[in-house]
């Protein structure tokens, strides 16, 4: 029962029980009081007594009530009880309340009323009772109802308000509570025996990744997208400001651990099938990080669109310094990888407090093959060594590192206080590689050091005699407004690398600046 009103009488006032008598047994549970009492006594007499749920005597219990008012009262007060009489046995147990008098918080009930009581909570503020900080005060004693877990649950809890009964709870409400539990990973759709799986649901992604975490590879598996799906609602750009942060954290598929071991990579591919992934959000300190972690040489990752998500990989990885770990990494669509990228489009938010931050992966450093293919990366990354609009970092990857038919337009900067590391609009770093029909714009910017960003390759290394071949590339990254250099060394082999304004590149007649496809 809910009793949302006011009370006004001379004596003996509850929201829920005014006197329960000595020879009565009462049990009262799931009842939600939310209002204001006044003793029209104004005497300091017994009678003037109020309780948030019975005002004078109860012989009973009381279970999971939530009490929420205003007390006036010469007498006594509490938040359950005003007064019991002498000799009754009162249980109370899971009940939380704020009953003010004035400014101050009044008491659970009178001194000797109660002859247990278990998790019976005073809370300081009625703010206390809501959303997140309620459910954190205790609240998930109640029987809290929750569509997966416990579908017949009396309360509802949702952001930002005090617990409500279901049973008066409109549906408007309850489309809000979905926003306040987090989701439940469902792999009932995974078996043994087929090689091709289709996901519709957050719930379904959230399970390919457990899957992945706990050592499935998907070796020889095809997951393919059957339906667009958001996350979390929000905006990424508040959570990247600490503000309305989402209820989901997501874990990288494969490898989104804080180990370095490859046992759990993803070695199977994905297509989106021209499907949308939005509303992704994590924070970890953990060695790969992105929507995948860790992918496999073998696996063909297309067709998706990830928009409104953000990454980010915070502080040192366990017993790895900030600039040390040259395999680890943070990218939108993965942290590690060497597979195949096709038709993906990216406007995610990428922060590493880390080095190899990439708009779409953040470091290669095998010689096994990574091609980026016909991919626009629409977002910002932020890192501290070898930053880059597609690519973070690559190493001992002679000539198996391509990039094809890729767009940046995006803001890459790069804190830090080395010599180098700078950000490039395609690559931080690159020992060896291919680079065709590219274009890079936007912002890229350097604070605290002196290493200069630029617009294709930040650090271009051949080391070992691997060779570093451009062609069809066009940068119009701008830093402080001035057009940047495009590459931090030369490559092997430049065919047609150009540095030319932004408007060249707009309008029907920007392909007579360009020989792109």
């Known amino acids: 029962c809910w009793f949302n009103g006011r009370v006004k009488v001379t004596s003996w006032m509850g929201g829920i029980v005014g006197f329960a008598y000595t020879n009565s047994t009462t049990n009262i549970s799931d009842c939600l009081v939310t209002a204001d009492f006044k003793a029209t006594d104004t005497s300091t007499s017994v009678y003037a007594t109020v309780g ?200 990288p598929i494969g490898g989104g651990t804080d180990s370095k071991t490859s046992d759990r990579m993803f070695k199977g591919n994905f297509d989106g099938q021209g499907h949308m992934i939005s509303g992704v959000y994590t924070k970890l300190s953990a060695y790969y990080v992105g929507l995948f972690g860790y992918i496999d040489s073998n696996s063909t990752i297309e067709n998706f669109k990830l928009t409104n998500s953000y990454f980010e990989k915070v502080g040192a990885t366990s017993g790895v310094s900030i600039n040390g770990a040259e395999n680890d990494g943070i990218g939108s669509i993965a942290g590690h990888a060497a597979a195949t990228f096709k038709s993906i489009y990216s406007d995610a938010i990428v922060v590493s407090a880390a080095r190899n931050a990439g708009g779409f992966v953040g470091s290669i450093t095998s010689a096994t093959a990574l091609k980026i293919q016909n991919c626009w990366f629409n977002g910002k990354v932020t890192g501290t060594c070898w930053t880059g609009g597609i690519l973070g970092f690559a190493k001992n990857t002679g000539s198996n590192v391509t990039l094809e038919d890729c767009l940046v337009t995006a803001d890459l900067a790069c804190n830090t206080t080395l010599t180098y590391g700078a950000p490039g609009g395609l690559a931080g770093r690159s020992t060896g590689g291919t680079f065709t029909s590219c274009v890079t714009a936007g912002t890229i910017s350097v604070t605290g050091g002196t290493a200069a960003p630029y617009g294709l390759i930040s650090n271009i290394n051949m080391t070992g005699g691997k060779p570093v071949n451009m062609s069809n590339c066009y940068n119009t990254m701008t830093s402080k407004g001035s057009l940047v250099a495009n590459n931090g060394g030369t490559p092997t082999s430049a065919n047609n690398i150009q540095q030319i304004q932004s408007d060249k590149l707009k309008g029907q007649n920007a392909y007579l600046n360009t020989v792109l496809d």
């Open 52 to 251: 948030g749920v019975s005002g004078r005597g109860v012989l009973g219990n009381i279970t999971s009530c939530v009490v929420i008012g205003i007390v006036e009262s010469n007498y006594s007060q509490g938040g359950l009880i005003g007064n019991a009489m002498t000799g009754n046995t009162v249980k109370a147990k899971n009940c939380f309340h704020v009953m003010t008098k004035g400014t101050a918080i009044q008491s659970a009930c009178l001194s000797g009323a109660m002859s247990s009581s278990i998790n019976v909570k005073q809370l300081p503020s009625v703010d206390a009772l809501k959303g997140t900080t309620g459910y954190s005060n205790h609240l998930y004693v109640l029987d809290v109802y929750d569509a997966d877990t416990n579908p017949d649950g009396k309360w509802v809890v949702i952001k930002d308000e005090i617990p409500e009964l279901r049973a008066f709870t409109t549906k408007e409400y309850m489309d809000q509570v979905k926003e306040f539990y987090p989701l439940i990973p469902d792999i009932s759709w995974y078996n043994d025996t087929d090689t091709t799986f289709i996901i519709d649901t957050p719930e379904e992604l959230y399970g390919l990744a457990q899957l992945c975490n706990e050592g499935n590879t998907f070796v020889g598996k095809t997951i393919k997208l059957g339906a667009d799906i958001t996350v979390n609602n929000g905006k990424a750009t508040d959570w990247a400001e600490g503000k309305n942060l989402p209820r989901n954290m997501w874990t």
